[in-house]
């Protein structure tokens, strides 16, 4: 299991992000605050709160290459 904060910034983002997130068959999480949903589901993620960054959970420990497609939300 492997945690990083995402910034998702606009509408084509989360499309983006999600379209890389199904390509992986291990779950991904997102967490905002006390809330917590599937990185799959478009509206999930608009549920969130997505003006900060938010907590990415993926469960899994093989992810080099998942990571290396979402850099470009990575927030360091």
């Known amino acids: 299991m492997k945690k ?9 983002a989360v499309k983006d ?5 199904m390509m992986y068959d291990f779950d991904v999480d997102l967490t905002s605050g006390r809330y917590a949903v599937d ?6 993620i608009f549920s969130l709160d997505l003006s900060n960054p938010i ?15 979402i850099k470009k939300f990575i927030v360091e």
């Open 4 to 12: 990083v904060k995402i910034s998702l910034d606009s509408i084509q």
């Open 17 to 21: 992000f999600v379209s890389i997130v």
């Open 39 to 44: 990185a799959k589901s478009i509206m999930g």
């Open 55 to 69: 907590q990415l959970t993926a469960h899994t420990d093989d992810a080099d290459k998942f990571f290396s497609e």
